[in-house]
């Protein structure tokens, strides 16, 4: 897979353009850059706010085959392993964001009120990925915070973390785009190959749930199951465990750690 990178001083939403590619019978491979967006989308319709200074991409795949569900998990991965090369302060965090593990008790700035209200934040978000199917093909979209922006904005989300204040020099967001885009050609790939299965034990050795005890959330924000997060399995969903030792399977939503 090699990419066709597209960048753009400013748009409404990398994520539009894709799909409007998509629409325009486009072949996989393209993928959009903007430096910033004015109306960038996160998970179940959260506004994204995305001021010049960190990293705003999308990009178009057609595969054929594998289950698309996991393909966000597997961009994740490409994601951790870019990052990963410039700061080992990195983390997943199931079905699809990385996050920065904080020192000790400290604990992130709550995010709005959608979230579960016991929910506890000893990480912040550095990234997070939204996959969009449409038309047989799918837009992988992901921000990625690398630059503190120089102008004010609000956000009703958690706390931050920026690459920049982990790393001692750091690039401009193209170059962090440029490398994600190379992890994400052999992660692609092999997933196409063998499914998600060959990421698993990867996932499960890097998400910061694993091993606590969590609540998950549906689209509606209804806590729709409680326990300890066992594994992430080799179809990409995540298995808990009930205080009673009974297992169940979520498939989407949010999940967060409680006290």
Same mark, same amino acid.
């Given at each position: 897979m090699k990419f066709r990178l597209e960048i753009y001083d400013e748009i409404g939403s990398t994520n539009d353009v894709v799909k409007q590619a998509i629409s325009d019978g486009a072949a996989e491979g393209l993928a959009v850059i903007a430096r910033r967006q004015t109306a960038g989308r996160g998970r179940q319709g959260r506004t994204w706010v995305s001021p010049e200074g960190s990293l705003y991409m999308s990009v178009l795949l057609r595969p054929e085959s594998a289950d698309p569900a996991t393909l966000s998990l597997v961009s994740g991965i490409a994601v951790l392993r870019a990052l990963r090369k410039r700061c080992g302060e990195v983390a997943l965090k199931w079905p699809n964001d990385i996050v920065v593990? +904080? %020192?000790? &008790? *400290?604990?992130a700035q709550r995010p709005d009120e959608s979230i579960a209200p016991k929910a506890t934040f000893p990480y912040r978000k550095i990234c997070g990925i939204l996959a969009e199917s449409r038309d047989g093909a799918i837009c992988v979209g992901l921000g990625v915070n690398v630059h503190r922006p120089t102008e004010a904005f609000a956000t009703n989300m958690a706390q931050p973390a920026y690459l920049a204040d982990l790393v001692e020099s750091c690039p401009e967001p =193209? *170059? /962090? &785009?440029r490398e994600v885009l190379d992890e994400l050609a052999v992660a692609y790939e092999l997933w196409k190959a063998e499914g998600f299965a060959p990421f698993a034990a990867e996932c499960n050795d890097s998400d910061v749930l694993i091993g606590s005890h969590v609540a998950a959330q549906d689209a509606d924000g209804k806590i729709v199951a409680e326990g300890t997060a066992v594994r992430i399995s080799d179809d990409g969903t995540m !298995? +808990?465990? %009930?205080?009673? &030792? %009974? +297992?169940? =399977? /979520?498939?989407?939503?949010? !999940? #967060? +750690? !409680? #006290?």
């Amino acid at each position: 897979m090699k990419f066709r990178l597209e960048i753009y001083d400013e748009i409404g939403s990398t994520n539009d353009v894709v799909k409007q590619a998509i629409s325009d019978g486009a072949a996989e491979g393209l993928a959009v850059i903007a430096r910033r967006q004015t109306a960038g989308r996160g998970r179940q319709g959260r506004t994204w706010v995305s001021p010049e200074g960190s990293l705003y991409m999308s990009v178009l795949l057609r595969p054929e085959s594998a289950d698309p569900a996991t393909l966000s998990l597997v961009s994740g991965i490409a994601v951790l392993r870019a990052l990963r090369k410039r700061c080992g302060e990195v983390a997943l965090k199931w079905p699809n964001d990385i996050v920065v593990p +904080l %020192a000790g &008790g *400290e604990q992130a700035q709550r995010p709005d009120e959608s979230i579960a209200p016991k929910a506890t934040f000893p990480y912040r978000k550095i990234c997070g990925i939204l996959a969009e199917s449409r038309d047989g093909a799918i837009c992988v979209g992901l921000g990625v915070n690398v630059h503190r922006p120089t102008e004010a904005f609000a956000t009703n989300m958690a706390q931050p973390a920026y690459l920049a204040d982990l790393v001692e020099s750091c690039p401009e967001p =193209t *170059e /962090i &785009g440029r490398e994600v885009l190379d992890e994400l050609a052999v992660a692609y790939e092999l997933w196409k190959a063998e499914g998600f299965a060959p990421f698993a034990a990867e996932c499960n050795d890097s998400d910061v749930l694993i091993g606590s005890h969590v609540a998950a959330q549906d689209a509606d924000g209804k806590i729709v199951a409680e326990g300890t997060a066992v594994r992430i399995s080799d179809d990409g969903t995540m !298995v +808990l465990q %009930a205080p009673d &030792g %009974a +297992l169940c =399977t /979520i498939r989407s939503g949010e !999940v #967060h +750690l !409680v #006290h």
